[in-house]
């Protein structure tokens, strides 16, 4: 008589064996691709807040150094898209000029190249939140950087 060969089974196995890895992936990428996401989106808002921060400084420093109101405005434009173009993103933000200590959704002023003029610059800009089309987001995020300007007080105007 020929013995049979017993299929050895450890105890508390069953047929499942396998599937923990498959159940892992699937919770993984249910859990991962929702934060990767929150990560890129919070990312593209930092980053154009800091580019408005910055574009706000270099406005506000361009325009207390020169020697002209109109040369004044030039240079104001071109240190904000500088300013974005640094940090990668296209010029599509707006310049104001409010009162020192005021905010940025103030009534806007026309600054001063006199001696001693205070004044802030708000540079603001609207995120696109990456991945969601424009119909779909009801309220845009808008980032704002400001600058207070404090003309020199022995500035020589001509």
């Keep these: 008589m020929t013995a049979v060969p017993r299929v050895l089974r ?3 196995s069953s047929s499942d064996e396998g599937n923990a890895i498959i159940e892992f992936v699937f919770v ?3 859990v ?3 934060l990767v996401y929150l990560i ?3 990312s593209a808002v930092q980053n154009s807040r800091l580019a408005v921060t910055q574009a706000a400084r270099e406005a506000g420093r361009a325009f207390a150094t020169s020697d002209t109101a109109q040369d004044a405005a030039v240079r104001t434009r071109a240190a904000v898209r500088i ?4 940090q990668g993103l296209p010029d599509d933000a707006t310049v104001r000029f409010v009162a020192a200590g005021a905010e940025c959704d103030g009534g806007a002023i026309e600054p001063q190249l006199r001696p001693g003029a205070r004044f802030t ?7 696109d939140v ?3 089309p424009s119909m779909l ?3 845009a995020i808008t980032t704002v950087g400001r600058y207070v300007v404090h003309v020199d007080d022995f500035r020589a105007v001509p």
Excluded: F, K, N, T
């Design 10 to 12: 450890r105890e508390g």
């Design 28 to 30: 993984a990428v249910i």
């Design 32 to 34: 991962m691709l929702p």
């Design 40 to 42: 890129v989106a919070v």
């Design 83 to 86: 300013a974005l173009a640094d």
């Design 121 to 127: 610059v708000c540079v603001s800009r609207q995120v």
């Design 130 to 132: 990456p991945a969601v």
């Design 137 to 139: 987001q009801s309220h």
